[in-house]
């Protein structure tokens, strides 16, 4: 199986920054697209970011030119660099991994289990 390990969430204040990090591990042959979305309060879950394997990205435009996706492919990490942060983008922010495992014909989404992200002054 493949388990996904996300850290780096906590409290901070608006304008201030943060950096998410997930690490996926286990019986893992290749690992595809890796992203991250976000539930806040009363709230849907919804897309946040996602890296592909050539380091390609894509955005939600709400995070665009504040939120930075990146990912070590060597150890299966990506990382979410958050600056700029506003009380909006409070929620659970929640990192995924689109992986082949070994022996597997097939390849799935596997999720982390969250991590709070809090902006409040």
């Known amino acids: 199986q493949v388990q996904l390990v996300e850290s780096g969430g906590g409290l901070v204040q608006p304008g201030g920054s943060l950096r998410l990090s997930c690490a996926a591990s286990g019986s893992i042959a290749s690992v595809y697209v890796m992203g991250w979305y976000r539930q806040g309060p009363g709230k849907q879950r919804e897309f946040v970011a996602r890296?592909?394997?050539?380091?390609?990205?894509t955005r939600a435009d709400s995070v665009k030119g504040r939120f930075t996706i990146s990912r070590d492919n060597a150890n299966n990490t990506v990382y979410l660099q958050m600056n700029t942060l506003k009380p909006e983008d409070t929620a659970i922010y929640y990192c995924?991994?689109?992986?082949?495992?070994?022996?597997?014909?097939?390849?799935?989404?596997?999720w982390g289990q969250g991590t709070q992200v809090t902006v409040s002054s």
């Open positions: 890296i592909y394997g050539d380091r390609s990205t």
């Open positions: 995924y991994a689109d992986v082949s495992t070994l022996g597997a014909v097939s390849r799935r989404d596997y």
